[in-house]
């Protein structure tokens, strides 16, 4: 367990800024969703999903959907990502998850309208970082593609998980952002209390073929704090 003290000294150490998070149509803003799939959030919905019932998954849900609510109300663009990974393509540590055509690899119930709106663009992604998963087989972006058409000069992001694909996407954003890849983008921003990760304790990961220790409560101290 990480204690409060080393918590600190990250923070203090690190570039971040945390804000209270405020929207507006003064700054054009688009909200990324990460793999809010059922085999991350719903309840036996594949061996990356929660067993029982999840308050930091289920929060990262119910923000999640306010958001989109809010986006999608004022016609603000939405990008939402959603793992999809061939049964023939491994990717371990990973145990077989959110497969391609299953019901894991769908938006969770309570985000499915978004299929039928316009002002929404959905992407199924077959590797952990969704700027590469946005690569089309010509070298176009739908990602990229996105930003640019929307005009969008911040990015509000939000999903699952917090350090492993929420991080990747942020970090290539921040990258491609930094090399004048992704004008206008100006900022890339993190809703802590919009993101959650998947919970496999040692013991279960024990049990489970092709699965590695991934305790929820030691990798989400950041969103949690």
């Given at each position: 367990?990480?204690?409060?003290?080393?918590?600190?000294?990250?923070?203090?150490?690190?570039?971040?800024?945390?804000?209270?998070?405020?929207?507006?149509?003064d700054?054009?803003t688009?909200?990324?969703?990460?793999?809010?799939?059922?085999?991350?959030?719903?309840v036996?919905?594949?061996?990356?999903?929660?067993?029982?019932?999840?308050?930091?998954?289920?929060?990262?849900?119910?923000e999640?959907?306010?958001?989109?609510?809010?986006?999608?109300e004022?016609?603000?663009?939405?990008?939402?990502?959603?793992?999809?990974?061939?049964?023939?393509i491994?990717e371990?540590?990973?145990?077989?998850?959110?497969?391609?055509g299953?019901?894991?690899?769908?938006?969770?119930?309570?985000?499915?309208?978004?299929?039928?709106?316009?002002?929404?663009?959905?992407?199924?992604?077959?590797?952990?970082d969704?700027?590469?998963g946005?690569l089309?087989?010509?070298?176009?972006?739908?990602?990229?593609?996105?930003?640019?058409?929307?005009?969008?000069?911040?990015?509000?992001?939000?999903?699952?998980?917090t350090?492993?694909?929420?991080?990747d996407?942020?970090?290539?954003?921040?990258?491609?952002?930094?090399?004048?890849?992704?004008?206008?983008?100006?900022d890339?921003?993190?809703?802590?209390?919009?993101?959650?990760?998947f919970?496999?304790?040692?013991?279960?990961?024990?049990?489970?073929?092709?699965?590695?220790?991934?305790?929820?409560v030691?990798?989400?101290?950041?969103?949690?704090?």
């Amino acid at each position: 367990m990480v204690s409060s003290h080393a918590i600190d000294v990250l923070k203090n150490e690190l570039p971040l800024e945390q804000e209270s998070l405020r929207l507006s149509g003064d700054i054009k803003t688009g909200l990324v969703l990460v793999d809010i799939v059922n085999g991350f959030c719903t309840v036996g919905s594949g061996c990356l999903a929660p067993i029982v019932p999840n308050k930091q998954i289920s929060k990262m849900v119910d923000e999640s959907v306010k958001l989109a609510k809010v986006f999608c109300e004022n016609k603000w663009p939405v990008y939402a990502l959603l793992d999809s990974h061939h049964p023939d393509i491994p990717e371990p540590p990973y145990p077989p998850h959110c497969l391609v055509g299953t019901e894991e690899a769908k938006l969770v119930p309570d985000l499915q309208w978004l299929e039928n709106q316009s002002n929404v663009t959905i992407r199924n992604k077959d590797c952990m970082d969704g700027f590469i998963g946005s690569l089309e087989k010509d070298g176009s972006n739908v990602f990229v593609d996105w930003i640019k058409a929307n005009e969008i000069k911040a990015i509000l992001v939000v999903g699952i998980c917090t350090d492993i694909c929420v991080l990747d996407l942020v970090c290539s954003a921040l990258s491609a952002r930094n090399h004048g890849l992704l004008s206008p983008l100006e900022d890339v921003i993190v809703y802590s209390h919009g993101c959650a990760t998947f919970d496999i304790p040692s013991h279960v990961a024990r049990n489970m073929k092709g699965a590695t220790s991934h305790p929820q409560v030691r990798h989400s101290q950041w969103v949690q704090d």
